[in-house]
Nanobody
C-alpha cells in the first residue's frame, strides 16, 4: 500500500521560510519519482519541483526558481521542499505525489499516488 503524508505548512508573513516534508511509504522508494505540486484558490494544480530518488536528480518547473529547492533524506523515505522568502502569491495547498515509472515530468496526470496536502498561507 502506498501512502504519502505531508507536513510543514502553516501561516507565515511574507519573507519567511518553511520546510515542507513528505514521508513516502512505497516499496520502490529507492527508484521513485516524487514531485511537489501546488493548488492556489480558484486555480488548477501545477507542478513545482520533482526528484528521482534513485539519483537525487531534480527538475523544476521554473529553472530560475531557486527559492524552493527539493531534496531527500533516503534513510527516512522523506522528500523535502525548502520554501524561502515566501510571498503572498505562494499561498496554496501543497501536495506531494509519487510515481514509479513516470519519468522526469511535472504533469500531475503522470502521478498516481498523492498525499492529502499541507496548507501554506502567506500574509503581507
Amino acid at each position: 500500500q502506498v501512502q504519502l503524508v505531508e507536513s510543514g505548512g502553516g501561516s507565515v508573513q511574507a519573507g519567511a521560510s518553511l520546510r515542507l516534508a513528505c514521508i513516502v511509504s512505497i516499496d520502490t522508494y529507492s527508484r521513485t519519482y516524487v514531485g511537489w505540486f501546488r493548488q492556489a484558490p480558484g486555480k488548477g494544480r501545477e507542478g513545482v519541483a520533482m526528484i528521482f530518488t534513485g539519483s537525487s536528480g531534480t527538475f523544476y518547473a521554473d529553472p530560475m526558481e531557486a527559492r524552493f529547492p527539493i531534496s531527500q533524506e533516503k534513510e527516512k523515505n522523506t522528500v523535502y521542499e525548502q520554501k524561502n522568502i515566501l510571498a503572498t502569491e505562494d499561498t496554496a495547498m501543497y501536495y506531494c505525489a509519487a510515481e514509479k515509472g513516470g519519468g522526469c515530468t511535472l504533469n500531475p496526470d503522470n502521478y498516481n499516488y498523492w498525499g492529502q496536502g499541507t496548507q501554506v498561507t502567506v500574509s503581507s
